[in-house]
T-cell receptor, first 111, second 114 residues
Framework: QKEVEQDPGPLSVPEGAIVSLNCTYSNSAFQYFMWYRQYSRKGPELLMYTYSSGNKEDGRFTAQVDKSSKYISLFIRDSQPSDSATYLCAMSQGNNRKLIWGLGTSLAVNP | EAGVTQSPTHLIKTRGQQATLRCSPISGHTSVYWYQQALGLGLQFLLWYDEGEERNRGNFPPRFSGRQFPNYSSELNVNALELEDSALYLC?????????????FGPGTRLLVL
């Protein structure tokens, strides 16, 4: 079993839809959780960063961490065609441990 | 503030040759990470340098090596290139100290081995 599981999609939604992206993990020691967005042929860019459990909101994006279920989510409200990209989750135990990455979910938002 | 920069943007080599990829981290960042992103395989961790030392290494053969210079820039060398080395090579940097686990990525170097 991989440490981090992420459905690769592809996910296709109409413009304006609410998008839900998810990752599950097996290592209960993970404390730092990140979502990155990667446009085609570009490097990943950090979207959201959460420490431990709870929710974090930034504009149209909300990140949720449920450590009891070992499950993290990224919600995108009022999705736009410019949100079309691959979304990668990443997590770490901290203390200079390396990041563990999901494979990424490909999202297409159709006008 | 300038982000992470990588050079070259594209590199074409033939089997058996050597490739050298370069990375300059964000100013003030001392840690540099290298990743390989091949089609369908996601981000594969290659190497981590901090303060000039190799701190961790992924499951790659020894022909993947690198170093970090006193100005914290870094170089990735791939010897005896194989066709399956064709991928996007990404460099990321991180601010030193605890708590800040986030990595900031450069645009990558796309390596094609013919």
């Amino acid at each position: 079993q991989k440490e981090v599981e992420q459905d690769p999609g592809p996910l296709s939604v109409p413009e304006g839809a609410i998008v839900s992206l998810n990752c599950t993990y097996s290592n209960s020691a993970f404390q730092y959780f990140m979502w990155y967005r990667q446009y085609s042929r570009k490097g990943p860019e950090l979207l959201m960063y959460t420490y431990s459990s709870g929710n974090k909101e930034d504009g149209r994006f909300t990140a949720q961490v449920d450590k009891s279920s070992k499950y993290i989510s990224l919600f995108i409200r009022d999705s736009q065609p410019s949100d079309s990209a691959t979304y990668l989750c990443a997590m770490s135990q901290g203390n200079n441990r390396k990041l563990i990455w999901g494979l990424g979910t490909s999202l297409a938002v159709n006008p | 503030e300038a982000g992470v920069t990588q050079s070259p943007t594209h590199l074409i080599k033939t089997r058996g040759q050597q490739a050298t990829l370069r990375c300059s981290p964000i100013s003030g960042h001392t840690s540099v990470y290298w990743y390989q992103q091949a089609l369908g395989l996601g981000l594969q961790f290659l190497l981590w340098y901090d303060e000039g030392e190799e701190r961790n290494r992924g499951n790659f053969p020894p022909r993947f090596s690198g170093r970090q210079f006193p100005n914290y820039s870094s170089e990735l060398n791939v010897n005896a290139l194989e066709l399956e080395d064709s991928a996007l090579y990404l460099c990321a940097s991180r601010f030193p100290g605890g708590g800040g686990e986030t990595q900031y990525f450069g645009p990558g170097t796309r390596l094609l081995v013919l």
